[in-house]
Structure formats: C-alpha cells, structure tokens
C-alpha cells in the first residue's frame, strides 16, 4: 500500500500528542508500581501494549470508515460477535477472584468488553444516522435500547456494573446529540430509577450492595472503607509538587490496593501533587476538545455521533475512575482511559483514535 505524506499530514497530531501524554503518566505509575513489588513485567507488558496502540491507531486510519457507514451488515456482524465473545466468557474464561472477565491467551488476557464498546458507538452512530429527522417516534428509542439491554446483559452477569454504566451512558449521550424529545427523556429517567430500584432488590449481590454502603457510609476505615481511605491519604500526601516516582510511600508499603488499575489516579497524586493532577486533567481536556472538534468538523452524522460517542465514553470512564479516588462514588471497577495498566483498554482506544484519524483524513 503506498501511503503519500499528505496522508499523514492530515492526523490530528495533537490528538495523538495528548493520548501519549496521558499514558505517560500510567506509565510512571506502573513503573512505581513495579518498584514496590521489585517485578517490572507489568511496566513492560504495558509499554508493548503502547506500542501496539500505536501500531493498530496507524492501521485503522488507513481503513476507510465509510466502509462501516455503508454497511449495515457489517456493523450487525461485528455486534453479534461481540456478543458472543461476551457470553462465552461463563463458559472458557477462568475464575479469578470470583469473576469470569478476561480470557487466556498464554500470559496474556483479552477483555472482550472494550471492543465491544466500540462497537456498540458504531451500531448506534449507524442507527441514528439513519433516522436523525425521526427522533420524535418513541420506537426508535426502543429499538436502540434493544441492543444495550442485549450487550448489558452479558456485561452484567460477568458481573461488571461499571461496564453497563458506561455503555447505558453512551447510548443516552448519542440519544441527546441526536435530538431526543424531553418528554422521552424523562420517561427514560424514571425508567432507569425503577430499574435500579429493582436491581438492588433482586440482581445485585452482597458485595456488589457493600460497595455502595461502604460508600454511603465509610465507618469501617479496617474493612470494607479501607479503599476509600486509602485513596485519600494517598491523594493528601501528594501535596503540589508531589514525592516523586518511588516516594510514594502509599504505594511502596502496600497500603493503596491496586495502584495500577483501579486506584492508579491517587497513586499518581501522590507521585506528582496538585501539579501533576492539573497538568493531567489539562491533557484530558485538550483530548476531548480536539475528539470533539472533529466531531463538530464532520460533514455527515454517522461520524459525528461516533466521535460523540468516543468521547462520551471517555469522559464517562475518566469520571468515575476519578470519583472512585475521591470517594465521591461507590468502587465499580472502572479503570481511567489510558492510563491503567491493561492492554485491552488501552489498545481498544487507540483504534478508536485511530478511526477518529480516519474521519479526519477524509473529511
């Protein structure tokens, strides 16, 4: 394939700039990380996963997205599979800690979940496209919530609440870019109420309830508020400037529990302080500007409610994560985008990025 320059001009290079700043920043938490468990598999293993980000953001730009705006097939077959990989979780992944999550491939794990999400921004940007100018009728909110309740249900049942959540707020996000009535939408509000009602009566499990008590009411800083605690002693120590990579003795010691993935962000307070966090959220906030301003760039709406979506996403998941550190929200296991270690997660958003890199080239 013969690639011209030109083609490369075109990148949103800001983009990619603030997406390898970002990880930057996991990347010194998980070599701290490393530090404190004198094993540095993880800072490696994270480092290929960077590089095969890259690899896979390259590749994808060169794939002509219109080819999924003008294939509907291709989108429904995409999902199915999605779906199936999520389902066969309860039958070929191993148990760990309780939870069929990831399959084995050798020393790797693959999380059939962030895939999906892509392609669950894809089979919605396609829907809606389809029918922006009759977003009045009612059933078009139910046809689209169809393939939400499908995908969420295998999510849910992994079990992973943080995933539903994120692909439920995906899905109503796209709804209200693409001009949803506010009658409709309170009608989903009160619907969503009943249905977490229902949910914590009948579908939750015990520690999934003692995640939100504990979060409701951390008395038991020894037990199940130990996380919450933590997380704010370690955020306290950073201070501004932060003690350095392999200062932060929260990490060192043991006491903030998965300071490579759930917890990274308050292992990055400490290691860097308010100046670092600031510097971080700045980098987050040049990311989303510049994924929506190729959104709001796009000349048709199959792009558009992608990008939309993408950064939905992102801002869902970094929202959480960091009111998880904060303790302003229940621990749902959300990790923060390209920054916690996994190659799922970071993998599964530089192809995004690199779709984004596709709209933009050919706008």
């Known amino acids: 394939m013969n690639i011209p320059f030109s083609f490369f001009k075109k990148y949103d290079w800001m983009l990619i700039g603030c997406a390898l700043g970002i990880a930057v920043f996991g990347l010194g938490a998980i070599y701290s990380y490393g530090l404190a468990q004198q094993d540095f598999s993880l800072i490696q293993k994270q480092s290929v996963f960077l590089v095969l980000g890259l690899l896979a953001m390259v590749l994808v730009s060169f794939f002509d997205y219109r080819i999924l705006r003008n294939n509907s097939y291709l989108i429904l077959i995409l999902y199915f599979i999605c779906l ?22 050798g020393f790797l794990s693959f999380d059939p979940i962030e895939p999906a999400k892509l392609v669950f921004m894809v089979l919605l940007a396609k829907y809606f ?25 295998f999510i849910f049942i992994k079990p992973d609440l943080g995933g539903v959540a994120v692909l439920s707020f995906i899905w109503l996000g796209i709804l209200i870019v693409s001009g949803i009535k506010i009658k409709h939408f309170l009608i989903l509000v ?16 015990s520690y999934q309830k003692t995640r939100i ?15 919450q605690t933590q997380t704010k002693i370690s955020i306290g120590s950073g201070r501004f ?31 860097w302080g308010l100046a670092g966090i600031m510097a971080l959220f700045f980098l987050y906030l040049i990311f989303i500007w510049r994924i929506l301003k190729i959104a709001i760039q796009s000349q048709s709406n199959f792009p ?30 959300i990790y923060l985008p390209l920054v916690s270690y996994g190659g799922s997660g970071l993998i599964a958003n530089f192809i995004g990025i690199g779709i984004l890199q596709s709209i933009k080239v050919r706008r």
């Not at 496209?129 to 249900?153: A, D, E």
């Not at 993935?261 to 990055?268: E, G, L, N, V």
């Open 304 to 333: 558009r409610l992608f990008a939309v979506g993408f950064a939905i996403m992102l801002i869902t998941q970094f929202t959480i994560n960091i009111g998880m550190n904060l303790s302003l929200l229940p621990v749902v296991g």
């Open 129 to 153: 496209s389809m029918r922006h100018v009759q977003m009045y009728k009612f059933r078009h909110i139910i046809f689209s919530g169809v393939y939400l309740v499908l995908m969420g249900f």
């Open 84 to 105: 199936a990989l999520l389902a066969g979780l309860h039958f070929f992944a191993p148990s760990i800690r309780g939870t069929r999550g990831w399959y084995r491939l």
């Open 190 to 205: 009160c619907c969503a109420a009943l249905v977490a009602g229902f949910s914590w009566y009948f579908l939750l499990a």
């Open 241 to 271: 400037f932060g003690t350095g990579i392999g200062g932060d003795s929260q990490v060192q010691y043991g006491f903030l529990p998965e300071p490579h993935t759930d917890f990274i962000f308050s292992a990055i307070a400490e290691q």
């Open 213 to 227: 008590t504990a979060f409701l009411f951390p008395y038991d800083i020894l037990g199940t508020s130990w996380s």
